[in-house]
């Protein structure tokens, strides 16, 4: 029991997935409008670097939600309702969202992160049913697992949703290594490293999970999401810059 206990537990987890969030949007809102309206030759090419540099940081958040999102799926009693849940908090943090990236109240040409984990979540439930068909022949499953997982990654695609049909291959892949802590990191850290290559650091502290829940900050998780994404869109307003897309 005490080697279980070493580690970091899901709420450590997510305040990694938070901190490095933050610095990502910073960069993406605050950071990224400032060098989009400043004069050429005023800007030095160290604010660049600091902009590439919280967003390499950032990319470490989106691996994390996949993996604890598949956590929350195994160990869960109320899949529908966490899918219901994570499509809700989807739609009501549209304009937020939009403000922060694209200086409108609605955008339809780019989606927040969480109707992506609502599709991989819908993915995984899918698959999840189909492997208790064991009546079904293999060959079948197969065919049935391969076209639920592209439906999933095209919805994605069509909806352009934040990390598009990347974002879902990684959750699915994240869900069929479950369980095996070794496989399911190397098969994270392949699924990312073609596309998204600091993403991968996020797996160090995936390795090092505990299984063990932590603090109860679920809802603050879904607070600080809008929240913070407003007070950056405001942010960028007093700074006169809040009229710039970003996206």
Avoid at 130 to 137: A, I, L
Avoid at 219 to 245: N, Q
Wanted: charged fraction near 15%; charge should be positive.
């Amino acid at each position: 029991m005490s080697e279980q206990r070493r580690g970091i537990s899901g709420s450590s987890l997510k305040l990694i997935a938070v901190v490095t969030m933050l610095i990502d949007h910073i960069a993406a809102t605050v950071l990224a409008r400032f060098l989009i309206t400043g004069a050429e030759g005023d800007i030095s090419t160290g604010w660049y670097v600091l902009y590439q540099a919280m967003r390499s940081i950032g990319r470490i958040a989106f691996p994390i939600y996949c993996f604890l999102l598949v956590e929350g799926f195994i160990h869960t009693r109320s899949r529908k309702k966490n899918a219901l849940r994570l499509f809700l908090f989807a739609i009501v943090y549209v304009i937020t969202f939009d403000l922060a990236f694209s200086s409108k109240v609605l955008e339809f040409g780019y989606q927040n992160v969480f109707f992506t984990l609502f599709l991989g979540l819908v993915t995984i439930m899918l698959l999840a049913e189909v492997e208790k068909r064991q009546e079904w022949g293999i060959g079948l499953r197969i065919l049935i697992f391969a076209g639920i997982i592209v439906a999933g990654m095209l919805a994605a695609y069509a909806l352009k949703t934040d990390y598009s049909y990347y974002g879902v291959m990684c959750i699915v892949v994240l869900y069929l290594f479950r369980g095996r802590r070794v496989p399911q990191v190397l098969a994270g850290c392949a699924s990312f490293f073609w596309w998204e290559l600091p993403a991968v650091l996020a797996f160090i502290p995936i390795y090092f999970y505990n299984g063990k829940r932590g603090w109860n900050i679920k809802y603050f998780f879904y607070l600080f999401y809008p929240v913070h994404l407003l007070i950056l869109y405001f942010v960028c307003v007093i700074l006169g810059t809040g009229a710039v897309p970003v996206v």
